[in-house]
């Protein structure tokens, strides 16, 4: 009868079997579990780790939400035999929270579409004044007023921008 050698586990192998199963040795897989074991007897860096991992689950399992008070179960299973019972399942009352739900959403539309309409507009104005060129005039009319007409338009000067910001303090 032949004996099948150990699997060595690594330090890496033994963090990933932590971050996977957890610290508790039952919750690993049987394959692996002598061999981390193995390791956890002999190393020190192995054993830091799975103080941490111990640690991490017990913090882990402080901060579990508690179960749900006995008397709000009842009142849920008993309201829920009743719809059972009923042989609808409570369709009724979910069409009308339905219809009470889209029926807001329906509202809030009517009272933002003023909004959107004036946002679509201004899209669609930026869009034509940069398409048409009059953005250039809207920048360059001021400026011409004031002496300070500059040599070039806006569009120009965006399409020769090489990224340095030099020039745009030379322009200020």
Do not use: Y
Not at 74 to 102: M, N, Q, S
């Amino acid at each position: 009868m032949t004996r099948k050698p150990k699997k060595r586990c690594s330090l890496g192998q033994f963090e990933k079997l932590l971050d996977a199963c957890g610290p508790e040795p039952d919750d690993w897989p049987r394959e692996a579990r002598a061999g981390a074991l193995a390791l956890l007897r002999r190393d020190t860096a192995a054993k830091r780790l799975h103080a941490e991992a111990l640690a991490l689950a017990a913090l882990l399992e402080s901060a579990a939400p508690g179960r749900a008070p006995p008397a709000l179960v009842a009142r849920i299973l008993k309201a829920a035999g009743k719809t059972a019972r009923d042989g609808h399942a409570g369709f009724d009352r979910v069409v009308a929270l339905h219809e009470a739900v889209d029926g807001a959403h329906r509202g809030r539309l009517r009272a933002n579409l003023p909004h959107a309409a004036l946002l679509a507009a201004s899209l669609m104005l930026g869009v034509w004044a940069g398409a048409t060129g009059f953005a250039d005039q809207l920048v360059t009319a001021p400026l011409e007023f004031a002496g300070l007409a500059p040599s070039e338009t806006l569009s120009e000067r965006v399409l020769r921008f090489d990224g340095d910001l030099g020039d745009l303090e030379e322009a200020l």
